[in-house]
């Protein structure tokens, strides 16, 4: 079945600094990524859309300075959180559609901790 | 945009027993309907889904529901298990290339013993 491969699985990372999340479709080619975050006790809330060669479209409330996108391959989408602070310590998640039957596959997460 | 409501947020049932969680959508052009279960800290797992051209889907002791002119849809889980205790959510998107699941607000069930 269709595999997005999601790294790291978690990250720790300082205030102010950034952290890239790679998400890689292993057997098919994801025109779109989707890219979640899910806080705790609550459900994934769609950030952004990410196509390949295209800029990314946000979300209402989502900062696109803040939240890079960028989506250079048929196989490669990555989310950047610039300049992180604590509010941002979440579980980031991306999701690509399959054609073949219009399900969706998801990463595995990244549980990201900002201290 | 499209928006889904989940009820109920929280469902305690005795092991054996039905539980029932019910979505609606605004959308009247989404199409594709699925249900997740998601263990702390994991991705979502498809349970089960349905399109807009059915109006029930039954897998063993799972089974979706699809009103589309209430815009409504719900999950059956009959004779439960501990084991089914979990966060359930539902979501709809359109079938068509490019569109983004959107997800109801989750349902935490506990099946006790």
């Known amino acids: 079945g269709a595999v997005v491969s999601q790294h790291p699985s978690w990250v720790i990372c300082k205030s102010g600094t950034s952290v890239k999340i790679e998400c890689r479709s292993l057997?098919?080619?994801?025109?779109?990524m989707f890219w979640y975050r899910q806080f705790p006790k609550q459900s994934l809330m769609l950030m952004a859309t990410?196509?390949?060669?295209?800029?990314?479209?946000?979300e209402q409330g989502v900062e696109k300075d803040k939240f890079l996108i960028n989506h250079a391959s048929l196989t490669l989408s990555t989310l950047t959180v610039t300049s992180a602070h604590p509010e941002d310590s979440s579980f980031y998640i991306c999701?690509?559609?399959?054609?073949?039957?219009?399900?969706?596959?998801f990463g595995s997460g990244t549980r990201l901790t900002v201290v | 945009g499209e928006n889904v409501e989940q009820h109920p947020s929280t469902l305690s049932v005795q092991e054996g027993d039905s539980a029932v969680i019910k979505c609606t959508y605004s959308d009247s052009a989404s199409n594709y309907f699925p249900w997740y279960k998601q263990e702390l800290g994991k991705r979502p797992q498809l349970i089960i889904d349905?399109?807009?051209?059915?109006g029930e889907k039954k897998d063993q002791r799972i089974a979706v529901t699809l009103n589309k002119t209430a815009k409504h849809f719900s999950l059956h889980i009959t004779e439960t298990q501990p084991e089914d205790s979990a966060v359930y959510f539902c979501?709809?998107?359109?079938?068509?290339?490019?569109?983004?699941?959107?997800f109801g607000k989750g349902t935490t069930l506990s099946v006790s013993s």
């Open positions: 057997d098919f080619q994801a025109t779109t």
């Open positions: 979501a709809a998107s359109k079938d068509q290339a490019g569109t983004a699941l959107i």
């Open positions: 349905i399109r807009s051209n059915v």
């Open positions: 999701s690509a559609r399959v054609l073949v039957d219009y399900g969706y596959t």
């Open positions: 990410s196509n390949e060669g295209s800029k990314a479209t946000y």
